[in-house]
């Protein structure tokens, strides 16, 4: 999941291509009009033999705000390697309070960075 989000993060199609599922892969992905993604939180995980899970959320840059993105994903081993199946998503946006950590990673209080 962490490789996938790292390929989104620098735009890596052919990465994320090859590490989808066959069975719903997209013939085409455009990313040009993709957010700045800006963080990843995986909330929890599940592996089994043959099927995983991942609820995960992603934070981005949205305009002059922030948004985020929450996913439960669905992953396969085939060939001893893991491939992204489906996802049940959800998007919102986030708003920090004045005295939270920034999205943006810095460690300073919202009010005093990217306010």
Do not use: I
């Amino acid at each position: 999941m962490r490789s996938r989000y790292s390929a989104f993060v620098l735009n890596l199609t052919d990465y994320l291509k090859a590490t989808w599922h066959t069975s719903t892969r997209p013939q085409d992905l455009d990313l040009t009009e993709a957010p700045k993604w800006v963080s990843l939180q995986v909330l929890s995980s599940d592996e089994g033999e043959h099927e995983g899970a991942v609820h995960f959320r992603a934070l981005y840059r949205a305009g002059g705000g922030w948004g985020y993105l929450e996913e439960n994903s669905r992953f396969v081993r085939d060939d001893e390697r893991w491939y992204y199946v489906s996802g049940d998503t959800r998007e919102g946006t986030l708003k920090p309070g004045r005295n939270e950590l920034c999205p943006c990673g810095s460690g300073r209080k919202y009010k005093a960075c990217c306010l």
